[in-house]
């Protein structure tokens, strides 16, 4: 299911007409309080998740379990290793995002692209979902970290995702972006592009 994740602020009904002329199928929306929800009847899939930012451990755990009850998605940002090892193995978060925003610098021969076998184990173990934010593409560095990240991912079968993060209405990535995306993973990596874009 061709799928976008957006982070709306009382325009939702504007991001639904223009991700339906845009080919989407599904949206999800973050909000970062449970009080910012707005339900929407729509004709495409709406799913309803809240971006958590905490990272002490104990009032993480409390925050996203006080959220699945509610019955919503749960997004939380990487942050260094240790924390993104225990987001992903003990707690019942749906998808992390940013891992390649790691703000240590890349070694000699490899890059610290905040996955690797450990991290993708746990995560397809426990379902954990890995996204990529496409307003990231544009740096050189996060774009390489990212193309790691997505070999790592399809060599041990974890699912992932993109979306744009837009905010705005402007920010959401065009059809025509999204292809260019694919050609370019393609033209380094000889990358499949039936498996970009889709949320299964």
């Known amino acids: 299911m061709k799928t976008d994740i957006v982070l709306p602020s009382g325009n939702e009904n504007e991001f639904i007409e223009l991700g339906r002329r845009l080919g989407f199928e599904k949206l999800i929306f973050v ?5 910012d929800f707005k339900v929407i009847e729509s004709e495409l899939k709406i799913d309803y998740c809240v971006l958590v930012s905490e990272k002490n451990k104990k009032n993480l755990v409390k925050k996203i379990n006080k959220i699945k009850q509610k019955g919503f998605l749960v997004l939380v940002k ?5 924390f993104n090892r225990f987001v992903l193995e003990r707690t019942r978060v749906d998808m992390i995002y940013g891992l390649e925003l790691s703000r240590r610098k890349d070694a000699m021969h490899y890059r610290r ?3 690797d076998q450990v991290l ?3 995560a397809k173990e426990r379902g954990k979902k890995v996204v990529f934010s496409l307003k990231e593409i544009f ?8 193309i790691q990240n997505i070999k790592f991912c399809k060599k041990y079968k974890v ?6 993060f837009a905010e705005k209405i402007g920010e959401m990535r065009s059809e025509h972006d999204l292809k260019w995306f694919v050609r370019l993973l393609q033209q380094k990596f000889l990358y499949t ?6 949320d299964k």
Do not use: H
Request: glycine fraction near 8%; hydrophobic fraction near 40%; charge should be negative.
């Open 31 to 35: 909000y970062e309080e449970l009080s």
């Open 78 to 82: 990487a942050e260094d290793e240790k």
């Open 113 to 115: 692209s905040g996955l």
């Open 120 to 122: 993708c184990k746990i």
């Open 139 to 146: 740096n050189p560095l996060v774009l390489g970290r990212m």
């Open 159 to 164: 699912n992932f995702l993109f979306g744009s």
């Open 193 to 198: 592009e039936k498996l970009l874009f889709k």
